[in-house]
């Protein structure tokens, strides 16, 4: 009897803090504040992207390939083709 009700007790207790962490954490914020957040998030979502990309090594090979077209774009002079491999003389 006495292990019934500490397990009802315990599973009240699990409940209610289930039920603490799960609320809208949005629902009391204000437009602006939300606005706030998302941009907030996305800034961190984007961060993560990148420093996954460096790390990971089947999107380094990509990720570096990225940078060197960047670099090549950024140095060519305008009007200048960009370089595809193929010579198109």
Same mark, same amino acid.
């Given at each position: 009897?006495?292990?019934?009700?500490?397990?009802?007790?315990?599973?009240?207790? &699990?409940? %209610?803090?289930? /039920?603490?962490?799960?609320?809208?954490?949005?629902?009391?914020?204000?437009? *602006?504040?939300? +606005? #706030?957040?998302?941009?907030?998030?996305?800034?961190?979502?984007?961060? &993560?992207? %990148?420093?996954? /990309?460096?790390?990971?090594?089947?999107?380094?090979?990509?990720?570096?390939? *990225?940078?060197? +077209? #960047?670099?090549?774009?950024?140095?060519?002079?305008?009007?200048?083709?960009?370089?595809?491999?193929?010579?198109?003389?």
């Amino acid at each position: 009897m006495i292990d019934a009700i500490w397990l009802a007790l315990l599973a009240v207790l &699990v409940y %209610g803090i289930v /039920k603490a962490t799960s609320r809208d954490r949005y629902s009391n914020m204000s437009k *602006e504040e939300f +606005e #706030r957040e998302a941009k907030r998030s996305s800034r961190m979502g984007a961060a &993560v992207a %990148g420093l996954q /990309k460096i790390i990971d090594p089947a999107h380094r090979a990509e990720y570096i390939q *990225e940078q060197r +077209e #960047r670099l090549e774009a950024d140095g060519a002079e305008s009007g200048d083709r960009p370089q595809t491999g193929r010579d198109v003389s």
